[in-house]
């Protein structure tokens, strides 16, 4: 069974990302206005490529004027928020938008959103005139740990999320943590969940990311540890043929979760906070760790304001979603799992769990106490529907 083997991360500022043949930066913190502008000067065109709510806040507008400021700006095309965004039917949009304002072979996508729309603006930029650059601006903390990172774009088809898309590296991420003064609290906690993703590939630095997100933002420090985590792992397995299947860990019956609240009753981190619970808890039942590794990452969950149970049906209905997960091979569904190392544990995947197992960790997640979570607002469920 492949183990992991994910270096222990050196915070810092900036991290040398590389795929294949391609290098680039990762940024994280500082504007990202100088940097822009150094990649507009060697440009003919710029297509700025955001939402109407990024370019709202006082950090969408500061990148904006910015490049505006460079002279290179042809263009800002405002994409549907969030999923909505994600379509080829905006993406034609898009793309027509690019070419009625003059950008060439030559010229620069600049994605300025959360993870929805660096999906689509890096999408775009992997098929406008058979692939332009771009640079990253990711404006959530889904976005800046792990979204924006790695190269993978994309846009979804009614049947399925993320069905046509590239693998089509940027020029650069670009993070500046400032953007998340405006993130709604929400949708912080669900980077959270993320993090504390990390945090459990990591059982050294988990009590430190769950102490750094307990309240508001994550410190610069914590994005960036989680930013070259994503970066180092993209760099051992660039094709996901093996380690990159860790980020998959919680993601599992995460992805059950999900979908077994039509996409609108969890957000992505919050599914995965359960779906982390669920393979603790799992891999408790399979003997694979004690009580201690179990209880740390719930702690972490919770004290990050994510949930670590579900009500019984959506439980029942995530396991039965789960059978369609693309991580199933023809040995059946395949975990990501961890395993007790002396007071700690690593992670490994390509498990294998029994049905009977799976079920019990069912009762469980579903059992009390349960720290549900907190409903969704009639409005924020609207939105949600809207961005599938
Ligand atoms: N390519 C990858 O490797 C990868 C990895 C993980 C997730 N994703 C994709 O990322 C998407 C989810 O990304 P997300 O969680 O960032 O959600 P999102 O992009 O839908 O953004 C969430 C909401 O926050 C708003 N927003 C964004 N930044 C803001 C800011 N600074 N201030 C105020 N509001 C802001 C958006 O307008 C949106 O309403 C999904 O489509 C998923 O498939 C891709
Ligand atoms: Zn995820």
Redesign the pocket.
Known sequence: MPTSSVRAPIVSELIAATQGEHAYPVRVGGAPDDALAGFAGEHDRVALVS?A??LR?A?GRAVKAGLARTGALAVVHVLP???RG?TLRELERAATALLRAGLTRRSLVVGL?????T?AAGFLAATYMRGVPWVAVP??L??MV??AI?G???VNLPLA??AVGAFHPPEAVLADPI??E???AR?LA??KGEVMKYGALQPPLLATFAERCRAGIPEPSVIAACARMKVDVVEADPREKGPRKLLNLGHTFGHGVEAAGRFSRY??GEAVAIGLAFAFRLARRLGRVGDGPVSAVEAALEGAGLPTRVPAPIARAAVKLMAFDKKRGDAGLLWVLPVAVGEGWTVEWDVAADEAAVEATVAEIAAGPARAVVPATKGARAKRKA?R
């Open positions: 939402c709510k990024v806040t950090h928020d969030g999923e994600k959103g959360g993870g929805a729309v999906d404006t959530t889904l976005g792990d979204a790695g993978k774009t994309a999320k993320n953007a998340l405006t993130l709604p949708e669900s980077g957000t992505h961005r």
